[in-house]
T-cell receptor, first 110, second 115 residues
């Protein structure tokens, strides 16, 4: 699986937008970009995924660079509950396995 | 969606003993996955369990240490054998659902401490 690079940690103020970056310069044409997050003392939970176009759902937005070598997870209005480790994962078409990197630990400041 | 129940949620075990972790899913799934999360670390895939076939182990994990059963489409067990303190971790069960397993769901994990 292609590798992703994320900052180890980020901080954001409550009720402000958060932009979490991910670099994946060796992404292949069939790799989907997935984001999961792990809240304290819980298993990871799915956030969003995309292939080429930007994606929106009730939790977040995913902005994918035109060359697909990077992406950004956008939390539009951070709450304290969004404090978690966020993982950017590349997943090949038809591959159900997830290979977790080190992720970004997001701290929300009240 | 899928709801996953793991048992036990936590345990403290003596070195040299074995612990079997159970994973129950509320729907039938083809593949189930077992992950390990060592203290302060990310998740590492141990193995993939398909119903009716032998589990497929990732590099660094062997069947003798982590035997897996998958008797039906809603249940799997992972045994951590001959435990040592280095096995102290959180063990998580996961399944994929949706088209081609798009979204993965995870159990709450089993926090294992080996003393």
């Amino acid at each position: 699986d292609a590798k992703t690079t994320q900052p180890n940690s980020m901080e954001s103020n409550e009720e402000e937008p958060v932009h979490l970056p991910c670099n994946h310069s060796t992404i292949s044409g069939t790799d989907y970009i997935h984001w999961y997050r792990q809240l304290p003392s819980q298993g990871p939970e799915y956030v969003i995924h995309g292939l080429t176009s930007n994606v929106n759902n009730r939790m977040a937005s995913l902005a994918i660079a035109e060359d697909r070598k990077s992406s950004t997870l956008i939390l539009h209005r951070a709450t304290l509950r969004d404090a978690a480790v966020y993982y950017c994962i590349l997943r090949g078409f038809g591959n159900e396995k997830l290979t977790f990197g080190t992720g970004t630990r997001l701290t929300i400041i009240p | 969606s899928a709801v996953i129940s793991q048992k036990p949620s936590r345990d403290i075990c003596q070195r040299g003993t074995s612990l079997t972790i159970q994973c129950q899913v509320d729907s039938q799934v083809t593949m189930m996955f077992w992950y390990r999360q060592q203290p302060g670390q990310s998740l590492t895939l141990i193995a993939t369990a398909n119903q009716g076939s032998e589990a497929t182990y990732e590099s660094g994990f062997v069947i003798d240490k982590f035997p897996i059963s998958r008797p039906n489409l809603t249940f799997s067990t992972l045994t951590v054998s001959n435990m040592s303190p280095e096995d102290s971790s959180i063990y998580l069960c996961s399944v994929g659902t949706g088209p081609r397993g798009t979204e993965a769901f995870f159990g709450q994990g089993t926090r294992l401490t080996v003393v």
